[in-house]
């Protein structure tokens, strides 16, 4: 079974700050990866992926993601948080190897970014 | 321009009324899902579909339908809607060719509630 946990409802972060929102994964073969945004009354937004090579993916806006295999962990990272940051935020896993063709969403992190 | 469009983006009906939701996208993509978000439990999905003819549950399909007569479009059917099916709901679309092909696009959400 594919599963994924964003452990953060939320978090809050100072414009010009680094942020960072979390995220575990749990698969039995090797994830594909996901980050997605949902901005206010606006459908899911795609950020970046991780689906081989380089552990470090640069995605859109200025977000990043490091996977790290032994913490199976997939956490976001922005160097310096923008107000128009604010948003909900999704990561999401697939297990290719099962042959199961869904994505797995976590529960969501809601960003806070304040002025 | 590559989009998913859904209509109707909002719609209030009563318990027991059919309603079905459409769903299209031009970008030609075998691999094509429903699902419905609610506050703290991520996105879960209704049903998916591989291809034209071609459709499968997903983790909570009880209460919907589905047909794919066309690649492009996909419509989710509620025969007799209930309370508990007031939800967002999205529909997304993707290749199958891996790699690339793994990003899911979205489109824009239908808020639905029932009376």
Not at chain 1, 6 to 19: F, I, K, R, W
Not at chain 2, 14 to 39: A, F, I
Not at chain 2, 81 to 88: E, F, V
């Amino acid at each position: 079974a594919q599963s994924v946990a964003q452990p953060e409802d939320q978090v809050n972060v100072a414009e010009g700050n680094p942020l960072t929102v979390k995220c575990t994964y749990s698969v039995s073969g090797n994830p594909y990866l996901f980050w997605y945004v949902q901005y206010p009354n606006r459908g899911l937004q795609f950020l970046l992926k991780y689906i081989t090579g380089d552990n470090l993916v640069k995605g859109s806006y200025g977000f990043e993601a490091e996977f790290n295999k032994s913490q199976t962990s997939f956490h976001l990272k922005k160097p310096s948080a923008l107000v128009s940051d604010s948003a909900l935020y999704f990561c999401a896993v697939r297990d290719p190897d099962t042959g199961r063709r869904a994505l797995t969403f976590g529960s969501g992190t809601r960003l806070q970014v304040q002025p | 321009e590559a989009q998913v469009t859904q209509n109707p983006r909002y719609l209030i009906t009563v318990t027991g009324k059919k309603l079905t939701v459409t769903c299209s996208q031009n970008m030609n993509h075998e691999y094509m899902s429903w699902y419905r978000q609610d506050p703290g439990l991520g996105l879960r999905q209704i049903y998916y579909s591989m291809n034209v003819e071609a459709t499968d549950k997903g983790d909570v399909p009880e209460g919907y339908k589905v047909s794919r007569k066309e690649k492009r479009n996909f419509p989710l059917i509620l025969e007799s809607p209930s309370p508990n099916q007031t939800s967002l709901y999205f529909c997304a679309s993707r290749g199958m060719g891996g790699g690339n092909q793994e990003t899911q696009y979205f489109g824009p959400g239908t808020r639905l509630l029932v009376l």
